[in-house]
């Protein structure tokens, strides 16, 4: 056994840090239930040989159903998430990268408990999330709780979270960092196997 994670990190870009905190928190307090969405980004692994994922849009997933301990996010949820993606992508000036943005992960909330990810967390991102560069995300609103958590050589552990930084630079910053930080092979290659 392991807890050694695929990735070393992740790095979130402040607005969608902020748009997560705030869907979770608006439920939380609302209705009190569970919301779920997704994460956009790129992997990357830097000329140090660090991997990671830097997450730059999350969304609402539409469609959800969600109690106070459960959340379900529709197979058409997909379409309306990929087109705010690709708007926020482009006012991002994201396209000169010359890449599209892939799913990198879930975020899900537990309101008015704690961060953790539960057996039927785990299934999940076993059957949608499995890809060794894809994360969970939990936050834990009304509190200061949050979490990722990552694959590792013996699957996805929920003691295994992954250090994160919320990217404390300018979103008009994003796509000079993303092509300096990530000056790694998945330019090249596309999306990477490990
Ligand atoms: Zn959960």
């Not at 109690?67 to 926020?88: K, L």
């Not at 790694?184 to 490990?194: A, L, Y």
């Amino acid at each position: 056994m392991t807890d050694r994670t695929h990735l070393d990190g992740v790095i979130i870009s402040r607005s969608a840090a902020a748009a997560i905190d705030r869907f979770a928190g608006r439920a939380t307090k609302a209705s009190g239930t569970e919301v779920i969405g997704l994460l956009f980004g790129l992997p990357f692994e830097t000329v140090a040989g660090e991997r990671g994922v830097w997450i730059v849009h999350a969304d609402l997933a539409a469609g959800q159903t969600g109690s106070a301990i459960h959340v379900e996010m529709p197979a058409e949820a997909y379409g309306p998430a990929w087109a705010g993606c690709r708007e926020a992508w482009h006012r991002l000036g994201l396209d000169a990268l010359g890449r599209d943005p892939l799913v990198v992960g879930w975020w899900h909330s537990h309101p008015n408990m704690h961060v953790f990810m539960s057996g039927t967390d785990v299934d999940n991102a076993q059957t949608q999330f499995s890809l060794p560069w894809q994360v969970s995300y939990v936050v834990a609103p009304p509190g200061p709780q949050r979490a990722f958590f990552g694959w590792t050589d013996d699957g996805l552990r929920p003691d295994a979270r992954l250090p994160a930084h919320v990217w404390s630079g300018l979103d008009s910053e994003l796509q000079w960092h993303l092509r300096e930080q990530a000056a790694c092979r998945i330019w090249r290659e596309g999306v990477p196997t490990w």
